[in-house]
């Protein structure tokens, strides 16, 4: 399963907007996320491979949209440490032990806030779960970018 994630970072009167190529960011009008100041906030994000395919599962799913999170955060000057909040949209709430996982492997012991529902549906009926982070840059991360 390719991991690559390639994010662009522009600028835009102060604020610094991130973005992966998604389909649906140019038809909606949306970036992957935005850095204001020393705040980072990530848009709901599927697990969509680089392929246009997903993952069979959500907690595959899941790890993906992380992954994509991460590498977004970071192209802004921020890392995990830095998320404060996560929001988990789910398909399926029966789901949710197994996203919860991967939610725990990946954050550890930053354990942001987060809130995890079921929702109808997606913007892709193969997507199983949509996660949005917010973060803050750490002190030492202020000045990167």
Do not use: C
């Amino acid at each position: 399963m390719p991991n690559t994630v390639r994010v662009s970072v522009t600028e835009h009167e102060g604020r610094y907007l991130a973005s992966t190529g998604s389909p649906w960011e140019a038809k909606i009008g949306y970036s992957r996320a935005v850095r204001v100041g020393e705040q980072i906030f990530v848009t709901g994000t599927v697990g969509i491979e680089a392929d246009g395919s997903y993952a069979p599962t959500a907690g595959e799913q899941a790890r993906r949209a992380l992954t994509i999170i991460t590498a977004t955060i970071r192209a802004l000057g921020g890392d995990l440490p830095g998320v404060t909040r996560t929001r988990m949209y789910l398909t399926n709430i029966d789901d949710w032990q197994e996203v919860g996982a991967v939610h725990g492997e990946v954050f550890g012991k930053i354990r942001p806030a987060t809130t995890l529902v079921q929702v109808a549906a997606l913007i892709d009926k193969a997507a199983l779960i949509e996660i949005e982070a917010d973060a803050v840059l750490r002190p030492e991360m202020v000045n990167i970018l």
